[in-house]
Nanobody, 116 residues
Framework: QVQLVESGGGLVQAGGSLRLSCAASGSIHSIDLMDWYRQVPGKQRELVAYITSGGSTVYADSVKGRFTVSRDNAKNTVYLQMNSLKPEDTAVYYC??????????WGQGTQVTVSS
């Protein structure tokens, strides 16, 4: 069993920054990738960014140049540094871990609110 614990969400003014963390624990043998999604009420969950085991990254167009995803393999932790935040970034942010041959695991989500 794998557990993901997110932290770092909160309330910030537009233009501000937040750093989200997601720590994985449990029976982790091989992690293919870790990523961040976000969801607002009434809308589908959308991919924000992901990072592979080799360090390759991909970002949604809406966050390119503002968000940075990184990971600490020794700590099984993924981070999302969010700069120049906008009100439209307001959402619940979820991290996900994908393990080859096992499946995907989700965190409980952390609320990010950006005020204008």
């Amino acid at each position: 069993q794998v557990q993901l614990v997110e932290s770092g969400g909160g309330l910030v003014q537009a233009g501000g920054s937040l750093r989200l963390s997601c720590a994985a624990s449990g029976s982790i043998h091989s992690i293919d990738l870790m990523d961040w999604y976000r969801q607002v009420p009434g809308k589908q969950r959308e991919l924000v960014a992901y990072i592979t085991s080799g360090g390759s990254t991909v970002y949604a167009d809406s966050v390119k140049g503002r968000f940075t995803v990184s990971r600490d393999n020794a700590k099984n932790t993924v981070y999302l540094q969010m700069n120049s935040l906008k009100p439209e970034d307001t959402a619940v942010y979820y991290c996900r871990l994908v393990a080859a041959g096992v499946g995907a695991y989700w965190g409980q989500g952390t609320q990010v609110t950006v005020s204008s």
